[in-house]
């Protein structure tokens, strides 16, 4: 998929399932380009990666365009990511936690800590498109659909909208 056909997706549909997801609170940065990561090896690509800063409700998403075949596989890997803003909390606890212990130790929890964190969204994707039907396309319409209701409903004054919260 090439970089303009990604972007155009995202911006149709990123701030919907930021409401779906809850998470209207943070503002989240899309960056693309290819990915590098150490631990990617083979034919094993890592397509799409969450960086916090929850003490700023902030989230970084980097999304590497070259590996998305379609609209929903795209939204699938973005949705993932977001759903790495959910334990972005534990992110604080992370660093703090490994500036207090040695190196050979700081790699046992690094290990520990990505499969903890990637089992969670594992199965939050689970419940998500197994347990309530929720696949990522339908929900980002259906969120896109919500979106738009609310704002017509706020322009006629029908609900007010809501008040955000200072930091
Ligand atoms: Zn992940």
């Known amino acids: 998929m090439d970089r303009t056909q990604a972007k155009r997706i995202v911006d149709r549909y990123l701030r919907a399932l930021r409401c779906a997801l809850q998470l209207n609170d943070w503002q989240i940065d899309i960056v693309w380009g290819h990915i590098d990561d150490d631990r990617a090896t083979g034919n094993w690509q890592i ?27 795209l939204l699938d890997v973005l949705r993932h990511e977001m759903f790495h803003i959910f334990h972005a909390d ?12 040695s190196e050979t130790a700081k790699e046992a929890m690094e290990l520990a800590w990505q499969k903890g964190v990637e089992s969670l969204v594992l199965h939050v994707e689970r419940m998500m498109d197994c347990g309530l039907g929720m696949l990522p396309l339908a929900m980002a319409a259906r969120a896109s659909e919500y979106v738009r209701r609310r704002r017509d409903f706020e322009k006629t004054g029908a609900i007010r909208r809501p008040v955000k919260r200072s930091k």
């Not at 980097?62 to 998305?68: C, H, I, Q, R, Y």
């Open 47 to 73: 397509r799409g990666k969450c960086r916090v800063k929850p003490e700023y409700l902030r989230a970084q998403i980097e999304l590497d365009d070259a590996t998305f075949d379609t609209e929903a596989d």
């Open 90 to 101: 534990l992110y604080l606890f992370k660093e703090q936690a490994f500036v207090q212990v």
